[in-house]
């Protein structure tokens, strides 16, 4: 019983087969409480992933002292390398409820990890390389190291907002499209400038949840049991909600996927009637 063990997918009256799906903030809250359990899942997952190089770039400059924190960093960014291969199969699962295509976590979560890993694997340890130097930068700002200096509060600034409209959509093409890694980055470059004001709300929505964090601290602290288990899932899930809809335009994914289904079923049915047929026989 709990969070864990809730199993919205048993039979029941269910829900007539061409009700329009939901949209805007009802969508959201209905995937929220429907797919509750899976979130936490989800954000366990991609804890236990990030762990390694998380407690080495925080907790190494205390091993090793200040003097090897280049040693440290350098150690942090080799130990992400499972970073990528975590975010593509956080994407993917999160898009795959989006879709409504019911599944089980563990297994998706490592099949898209085992698929992805090593082709993802450098754009995850860039992308842990650049929030480990915005976290450096950052406190150096705040400690008043470039505090006085607004160009670099903007440069920072706007290159976290490019980041975040940029690297969903990466991660994205990694989960459902067979690209090279250039042309990945030139359509995610393309398109989250091509679809500028759904990439801008992802990115924005999707970091809202830390932002509101670093304001309100310290009183933010006190939700920080309830960020462990969802924070990173609702990130994603509300940067999806804006930016599913225009890739899925793009690439046809869930028409793709959909016909792939009928043809899988119409092989099955003809199966079926063959070994029918053959056991009258």
């Given at each position: 019983?709990?969070?864990?063990?809730?199993?919205?997918?048993?039979?029941?009256?269910?829900?007539?087969?061409?009700?329009?799906?939901?949209?805007g903030?009802?969508?959201f809250?209905?995937?929220?409480?429907?797919?509750?359990?899976?979130?936490?899942?989800?954000?366990?997952?991609f804890?236990?992933?990030?762990?390694?190089?998380?407690?080495m770039?925080?907790?190494?400059?205390?091993?090793?002292?200040?003097e090897?924190?280049?040693?440290?960093?350098?150690?942090?960014?080799?130990?992400a390398?499972?970073?990528?291969g975590?975010?593509?199969?956080?994407?993917?699962?999160?898009?795959?409820?989006?879709?409504d295509?019911?599944?089980?976590?563990?297994?998706e979560f490592?099949?898209?990890?085992?698929?992805?890993y090593?082709?993802?694997?450098?754009?995850?340890?860039?992308?842990?390389?650049?929030?480990?130097?915005?976290?450096?930068?950052?406190?150096?700002?705040?400690?008043?190291?470039?505090?006085?200096?607004?160009?670099?509060?903007?440069?920072?600034?706007?290159?976290?907002?490019?980041?975040?409209?940029?690297?969903?959509?990466?991660?994205?093409?990694?989960?459902?499209?067979?690209?090279?890694?250039?042309r990945?980055?030139?359509n995610?470059?393309?398109?989250?400038?091509?679809?500028l004001?759904?990439?801008?709300?992802?990115?924005?929505?999707?970091?809202?949840?830390?932002?509101?964090?670093?304001?309100?601290?310290?009183?933010?602290?006190?939700f920080?049991?309830?960020?462990?288990?969802?924070?990173?899932?609702?990130?994603?899930?509300?940067?999806?909600?804006?930016?599913?809809?225009?890739?899925?335009?793009?690439?046809?994914?869930?028409?793709?996927?959909?016909?792939r289904?009928?043809?899988?079923?119409?092989?099955?049915?003809?199966?079926?009637?063959?070994?029918?047929?053959?056991?009258?026989?």
């Open positions: 019983m709990g969070l864990f063990s809730r199993n919205f997918n048993r039979p029941g009256p269910g829900v007539p087969k061409d009700t329009p799906r939901k949209k903030g009802a969508r809250v209905e995937l929220l409480f429907r797919d509750m359990g899976d979130l936490a899942k989800l954000n366990i997952l804890t236990l992933c990030i762990l390694p190089t998380t407690l770039f925080f907790g190494g400059p205390a091993i090793f002292g200040f090897g924190f280049i040693f440290t960093f350098l150690l942090s960014l080799i130990l390398f499972p970073v990528g975590a975010l593509v199969a956080y994407v993917y699962y999160i898009t795959k409820m989006m879709r295509d019911p599944s089980y976590v563990w297994f490592k099949r898209k990890f085992l698929e992805n090593k082709q993802s694997a450098l754009t995850g340890i860039l992308c842990t390389a650049f929030i480990y130097t915005q976290i450096i930068l950052w406190a150096e700002m705040i400690a008043g190291g470039a505090g006085g200096d607004i160009i670099w509060f903007l440069i920072a600034l706007l290159s976290i907002l490019i980041f975040g409209m940029i690297t969903p959509y990466i991660f994205l093409h990694f989960a459902y499209v067979d690209l090279g890694a250039f990945i980055i030139k995610s470059v393309l398109m989250s400038f091509g679809y004001p759904r990439s801008f709300m992802g990115a924005l929505q999707g970091g809202l949840i830390w932002i509101a964090f670093v304001l309100f601290l310290p009183l933010s602290l006190i920080l049991p309830v960020l462990a288990f969802f924070a990173v899932s609702v990130s994603i899930l509300l940067c999806m909600m804006w930016i599913w809809s225009p890739f899925d335009k793009y690439f046809k994914v869930e028409e793709t996927l959909t016909e289904m009928e043809e899988t079923d119409e092989v099955k049915e003809d199966s079926d009637r063959k070994t029918e047929n053959e056991t009258s026989s």
